[in-house]
């Protein structure tokens, strides 16, 4: 039997993207936009059975996200959103806002760059079954001749990834919701003689609690007897789940779901499984990375499995929404790397093959890919397009002088305070300025090659004289060029380094109807030229005052990239760190005097399980200083980090050894300064005052506060003053005054310093 989670929803062609905006848009009604989805559900699940999977899912499209699904499915819509009487204008509503009501929050789902809508549950909250969508999906799929099973985000992850209104736990409305989860298996018993229910439980992955297994218990003693006709499969993913494991091998449920590829501590539950006589979905296809499975092996890990092979059901790893649909649209990608590579659709015969062969049934003479993959996974071993000697030699022989900076970190600062001679509170922005229509035309034509390198330089070098000018008026400490020609912090880089490639149609879906392109680590890292150097020295030649470099770094460029499998991910990191330390120490001697090295995504990119945690935070903490360990003391190394909570790791920051952390405080009401607060935090600090995700523009009285507030926590001689994050999303009329504003306030709150 073969198993898929669930299936991407957005199009092979982003179809569903383009109709959503449509749609928004008024170029297309509500009915042209449910034909467009109708025919995409069809068409995926269409794919599943022509590709031999036996458990296909219905409820796994969503117009937007399934968490949003599933609160509408609990009757649980905030009661601001109450006055939309129209429930899909409603719906919308809560997943973009309107010029009346604010989104739900948005976060990340687990590890993943995913992300899903934060419910929000009142103390006592009511609940109230809505069955509509799934009875229509299950019935359209049935209608098309395909027999699905019903996917629904469990009780438990539901209310433990929703945020309580007044402090309170969502997990203690857990009897109530499961009421209405049981009403809703009746609606679904009635749908079919039998049907199989699987129910999302991926929020056990993370270190349960006490309280949460014992909602887990409490939650599926009930559900497992409320019909008798529906199969219930509980699905974990990403990590492994042996304490739910425990608590569901007693409830009467029909089958769990492991990952056996980012969870291989899993294989601790296999017997109990067995001895419980509930099957085991065996989650082997790596349903989140895009690399061709080993068949072999995963045969093999299979035939060793301690169970029986009736009680084994051969899966994906965990749905396959977290990669792209198919290689069949690349035609660009060097045929090599595209033959190592395997998406949704690949995935499926992958998963197909794999199971006849642990079954022992012959294959078609169509199903040769057994055969190429056994090939593919030789070249790939051997290829002299992965492997670079001199990349190999050069991390083995990473000298201390490498990893390390040549001074401890007050001795630094005190130099580059002689060198530098920045004022108290410096003022400063996080380095992009307003992506305008302009700007991504100009890029979008010099990539189509509308326009020749010359003309795309010389208009790019305007916006940074134009970018510059702006910061000196607004009388600015440190400024930046504006990264006017980069599409995106990561593809910009990945795009200049050998062994990292981009697919032409690999689009993921990260929110509703926005998708990425993740760049592909395919081989060995290496920078063969500089890649920001001529634009920063431009911006310097520009301006008496200090130009900030800036380049992302090595942690974040992994996190948001596909990383080779073929390695261990401790020597991609420092590869890639080594790789950008070459592009530090270019613009160091071109004479820039501060580097911004960004990690925006160094905090989400930590391991669920706390057991996982050191070893992130050891390699990642030794990525980011290889990268800059090249600066001399005179040399002044920024980083920055977006919204990320720090109470918990405020020694792993400081072990980064950045001589300066921009941070997002203003957007979340400071929460983060306490984690300075409680620390002996000895570098600067960057305390964002104003958030950039409003279009408001921050008065000067406000600004005076917010930088006060800060100095009630830092001193005013580690404390730099600029906004949350980057500017590239606002408009230049809401950015000039803005930090006119920043500065005005700045110079004030000098002011009374000096005079005190
Ligand atoms: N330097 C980047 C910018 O300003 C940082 C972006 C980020 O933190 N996400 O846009
Ligand atoms: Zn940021």
């Known amino acids: 039997m073969r198993y898929i989670h669930g299936f991407p929803r957005i199009g092979e062609q982003r179809e569903l993207k383009k109709a959503l905006e449509n749609y928004w848009n008024k170029n297309i009604n509500r009915d042209e936009l449910q034909k467009t989805a109708k025919e995409l559900r069809i068409r995926h699940w269409n794919y599943q059975k022509d590709a031999g999977i036996d458990y296909i899912s219905s409820n796994d499209f969503s117009f937007y996200d399934l968490m949003i699904d599933t609160i509408v499915m609990m009757g649980a819509e905030p009661a601001r959103y109450r006055d939309i009487e129209d429930s899909f204008e409603r719906y919308f509503a809560m997943a973009r806002g309107d010029s009346k009501h604010k989104a739900l929050a948005m976060t990340k789902w687990l590890n993943t760059n995913y992300h899903y809508f934060v419910p929000e549950i009142e103390p006592g909250q009511k609940f109230s079954p809505n069955t509509e969508k799934i009875v229509s999906e299950y019935t359209e799929a049935k209608e098309n001749g395909i027999k699905t099973k019903i996917n629904l985000i469990g009780p438990v992850t539901f209310l433990d990834f929703a945020r309580g209104t007044k402090g309170n736990d969502p997990l203690d409305e857990l009897e109530s919701a499961v009421e209405i989860y049981a009403e809703i298996l009746r609606t679904i018993s009635r749908l079919d003689k039998n049907i199989t229910v699987q129910f999302d439980e991926p929020a056990l992955v993370k270190d349960p609690s006490k309280k949460m297994l014992k909602a887990l218990e409490s939650a599926y003693s009930k559900l497992s007897n409320i019909a008798g006709n529906i199969d219930i499969f509980v699905s974990t993913?990403?990590?492994?789940?042996?304490?739910?494991?425990?608590?569901?091998?007693?409830?009467?449920?029909?089958?769990?779901?492991?990952?056996?590829?980012?969870?291989?501590?899993?294989?601790?539950?296999?017997?109990?499984?067995?001895?419980?006589?509930?099957?085991l979905i065996a989650g082997v296809v790596d349903g989140r990375n895009i690399w061709v499975s080993d068949i072999d092996g995963k045969v093999e890990f299979l035939n060793k499995l301690p169970i029986e092979k009736e009680q084994v059901i051969v899966s994906s790893s965990c749905s396959l929404l977290h990669v792209p649909y198919t290689l069949r649209y690349e035609e660009k990608m060097d045929k090599n790397v595209k033959s190592w590579l395997s998406f949704a659709l690949e995935k499926l015969d992958e998963l197909r093959i794999i199971d006849k062969l642990y079954r022992g049934?012959?294959?078609?003479?169509?199903?040769?890919?057994?055969?190429?993959?056994?090939?593919?996974?030789?070249?790939?071993?051997?290829?002299v397009q992965i492997h670079s000697l001199s990349v190999k030699e050069r991390l083995e022989s990473l000298t201390y002088t490498q990893k390390e900076r040549q001074m401890p970190a007050p001795q630094r600062l005190k130099i580059q305070h002689e060198v530098l001679k920045y004022p108290i509170l410096p003022t400063t922005t996080i380095g992009s300025f307003p992506q305008t229509a302009e700007v991504r035309k100009l890029r979008k034509d010099f990539k189509e090659g509308a326009?020749?390198?010359?003309?795309?330089k010389s208009k790019i070098k305007e916006f940074i004289d134009y970018c510059v000018k702006v910061q000196e008026e607004a009388g600015l400490d440190v400024l930046v060029h504006g990264e006017f020609e980069r599409n995106d912090m990561v593809e910009y880089f990945g795009e200049m380094l050998e062994g990292v490639t981009f697919s032409q149609n690999g689009w993921v879906q990260s929110y509703g109807s926005r998708c990425v392109k993740p760049p592909i680590i395919f081989g060995d890292i290496s920078r063969p030229k500089p890649m920001t150097v001529e634009w920063i020295t431009y911006a310097q030649s520009r301006t008496e005052k200090i130009m900030k470099?800036?380049?992302?770094?090595?942690?974040?460029?992994?996190?948001?990239?596909?990383?080779?499998?073929?390695?261990?991910?401790?020597?991609?990191?420092?590869?890639?760190?080594?790789?950008?330390?070459?592009?530090?120490?270019?613009?160091?001697?071109?004479?820039?005097?501060?580097?911004?090295?960004?990690?925006?995504?160094?905090?989400?990119?930590?391991?669920?399980?706390?057991?996982?945690?050191?070893?992130?935070?050891?390699?990642?903490?030794?990525?980011?200083?290889?990268?800059?360990?090249?600066?001399?003391?005179?040399?002044?190394?920024h980083t920055h980090m977006c919204y990320s909570d720090f109470n918990d790791i405020m020694p792993t920051i400081d072990a980064m050894d950045a001589d300066v952390i921009t941070i997002e405080t203003a957007r979340n009401g400071n929460r983060l300064l306490e984690a300075f607060k409680n620390y002996n935090y000895q570098k600067e600090v960057g305390a964002g005052v104003y958030d950039i995700h409003s279009p408001r523009i921050p008065s000067v009285e406000e600004l005076e506060k917010e930088i006060a507030d800060r100095l009630s926590v830092f001193p005013a001689s580690k404390l730099w003053v600029n906004p949350d994050c980057g500017l590239k999303t606002r408009k230049w009329e809401e950015v000039i005054p803005s930090l006119e504003n920043m500065v005005k306030a700045t110079r004030n709150i000098r002011a009374k310093i000096v005079t005190l």
């Open 549 to 637: 470099g800036m380049l992302t770094g090595p942690v974040t460029m992994l996190n948001w990239s596909f990383v080779r499998d073929d390695l261990p991910k401790e020597t991609v990191y420092k590869q890639m760190a080594l790789a950008i330390a070459d592009e530090v120490a270019d613009l160091q001697d071109a004479g820039i005097k501060i580097i911004q090295v960004d990690e925006a995504a160094f905090k989400e990119g930590y391991p669920l399980r706390s057991e996982n945690r050191a070893q992130y935070e050891r390699v990642a903490v030794e990525a980011f200083k290889i990268s800059t360990a090249v600066a001399k003391p005179e040399t002044q190394i």
């Open 361 to 383: 049934e012959t294959l078609g003479i169509d199903e040769e890919p057994y055969l190429k993959n056994r090939k593919v996974n030789k070249t790939r071993k051997s290829s």
């Open 237 to 279: 993913y990403f990590e492994h789940a042996n304490e739910a494991v425990d608590v569901l091998v007693n409830t009467d449920i029909k089958g769990i779901g492991l990952d056996f590829v980012y969870g291989p501590k899993n294989l601790d539950s296999v017997e109990k499984i067995a001895k419980s006589g509930k099957l």
């Open 451 to 456: 326009i020749g390198e010359k003309e795309y």
